[in-house]
């Protein structure tokens, strides 16, 4: 095997690893109940989603370095194969854009509670479905470069 | 055409970077794991590699949970980019 494709060999390896794209079971629910949270304040007083909005980020940013520290790897979507990079993009579109897209729904018609369970739903569901895929891109990616384990 | 860096061309380094290259930032428990390396080995590897300003080498937290971490530099990337395309070169791909 030629040095440079052994070196991209070893590049997928990393970016295919079972450890490295492991996600704790909560992240997914956490992330819904956090956009959902959201949602259901939108209603007066509205100043309250500058505080929920601060708490919606710190969860984040402290899950994001939690999930880091457990992975002991965090991606750079630049060097991601095409596959993998969609269903990373679709595991934080789908659940940020339905949650904006039920804000905007909340304010005109005031529905927020139903609003924000049926985000908890899409953005719980969405990350999972990303985060499912994703690894099934992975192992597939695996099995074509003749990698196993 | 590029020249072989005689830095990254030593195999442990080269697969270092490799990895590093592919991503932003990994442990050096990680790395040690998959590389199949033992702790003095990866530290006199990663010496070399940021002595070279092609990684730098950070530690978070305190104590028994501190972790020390690896990431690419711009430099590095650079540098790993070119040698890999000179030892296509080399090998005519």
Redesign the interface.
Same mark, same amino acid.
């Given at each position: 095997m030629a040095p440079g494709d052994e070196a991209d060999r070893a590049q997928l390896a990393i970016q295919t690893d079972e450890q490295a794209m492991a996600t704790p079971w909560w992240f997914a629910p956490g992330f819904g109940l956090s956009l959902g949270a959201l949602v259901a304040l939108v209603r007066d007083p509205y100043w309250l989603l500058i505080p929920a909005a601060g708490g919606f980020i710190a969860f984040v940013v402290i899950a994001l370095q939690v999930v880091t520290r457990r992975r002991g790897v965090l991606h750079r979507l630049e060097a991601m194969p095409r596959p993998l990079l969609f269903w990373s993009w679709f595991g934080s579109l789908v659940p940020i854009g339905s949650a904006a897209l039920a804000m905007l729904v909340a304010l005109a018609t005031g529905q927020n509670l139903v609003l924000a369970v049926l985000v908890v739903v899409v953005a719980t569901g969405g990350f999972a479905i990303g985060d499912h895929r994703y690894r099934v891109v992975a192992r597939r990616l695996r099995a074509e470069a003749g990698m196993t384990g | 055409m590029t020249q072989i860096d005689p830095i990254i061309h030593p195999p442990k380094r080269? %697969?270092i970077?490799?990895?590093l290259?592919? $991503?932003? !930032?990994?442990?050096f428990?990680?790395?040690r794991d %998959?590389m199949d390396l033992r702790d003095a080995d990866l530290s006199k590897q990663a010496k070399a590699l940021a002595e070279a300003g092609y990684i730098a080498v950070t530690k !978070?937290g305190r104590g028994p949970g501190a !972790?020390t971490w690896f990431a690419a530099t711009d430099d590095g990337r650079q540098a790993y980019a070119a040698h $890999?395309e000179a030892? %296509?070169d080399v $090998?005519g791909?």
């Open positions: - | 080269l %697969r970077m490799a990895a290259c592919a $991503i932003e !930032q990994v442990s428990a990680y790395l %998959r !978070q !972790q $890999i030892l %296509r $090998i791909t």
